[in-house]
């Protein structure tokens, strides 16, 4: 079993920053890949960044050049940086990973964490 700990929303103002980070717990597993999605009410899900654990990134094209996504693969623990907030940022975002256990991939899913950019 894998548990992900997310932490780091908050209320910010538009043209702030804020970090999230996401500690994937659990005993064996090797992270293939982690990632931050985002979710608004009344939208669907979607990737915002996600980063393997080689180091390959890719994100949406609605943060390039503000969103930075991290890893620290001995800590399995993802990071997002997040400068120049806009109020369109504002979501519940959700920590992702793919991670494989005795011969197997499987996809778990943080709680989701509040952000809010006030205008």
């Known amino acids: 079993q894998v548990h992900l700990v997310e932490s780091g929303g908050g209320l910010v103002q538009a043209g702030g920053s804020l970090r999230l980070s996401c500690a994937a717990s659990?005993?064996?597993?090797?992270?293939?890949?982690m990632g931050w999605y985002r979710q608004a009410p009344g939208k669907q899900r979607e990737l915002v960044a996600r980063?393997?654990?080689?180091?390959?990134?890719n994100s949406s094209d609605s943060v390039k050049g503000r969103f930075t996504i991290s890893m620290d693969n001995a800590k399995n623990t993802v990071y997002l940086e997040m400068n120049s907030l806009k109020p369109e940022d504002t979501s519940i975002y959700y920590c992702n990973a793919n991670v494989y256990y005795g011969g197997y991939y499987y996809i778990y899913w943080g709680q989701g964490t509040q952000v809010t950019v006030s205008s």
């Open positions: 659990g005993s064996s597993i090797s992270i293939n890949h």
């Open positions: 980063i393997t654990s080689s180091g390959s990134t």
